[in-house]
């Protein structure tokens, strides 16, 4: 069976961190385009961070740069989120998503994403 689980998420005051993973059972990740999203209440599923298939390109929105940072870690079958300096607007449900295999590169529509994850909460907040 072909799955994503995230993990990893939590509350966390302004100015922390976290890592979150997104691990794969059924397929091997690093034959994937991966991409983190997120969607706060009330608001749209965006993209955050992408990994190309290759992993030698990513991508970032203009938010979170320089505060997280994905990478693949091949040995666990996962791709990882680092994120540093959170804020409260961080504040969502996080999911990770591959395309299909035979697209490597990342783009930034969630329409382009194929198997997803369940989320997990991040909560920035005093």
């Known amino acids: 069976q072909v799955q994503l689980v995230e993990s990893g998420g939590g509350l966390v005051q302004p100015g922390g961190s976290l890592r979150l993973s997104c691990a794969a059972s059924g397929f091997t990740l690093g034959d994937y385009a991966i991409g983190w999203f997120r969607q706060a209440p009330g608001k749209e599923r965006e993209g955050v961070a992408c990994i190309s298939r290759s992993g030698t390109t990513t991508v970032y929105i203009d938010p979170v740069k320089g505060r997280f940072t994905i990478s693949r870690d091949n040995a666990k079958n996962a791709v990882d989120l680092q994120i540093n300096n959170l804020k409260p607007e961080d504040t969502a449900v996080y999911y990770c998503?591959?395309?299909?295999?035979?697209?490597?590169?990342?783009?930034?529509?969630?329409?382009?994403?194929?198997?997803w994850g369940q989320g997990t909460q991040v909560t920035v907040s005093s």
């Open positions: 998503a591959s395309r299909l295999r035979r697209f490597s590169q990342c783009v930034s529509s969630k329409d382009a994403y194929n198997t």
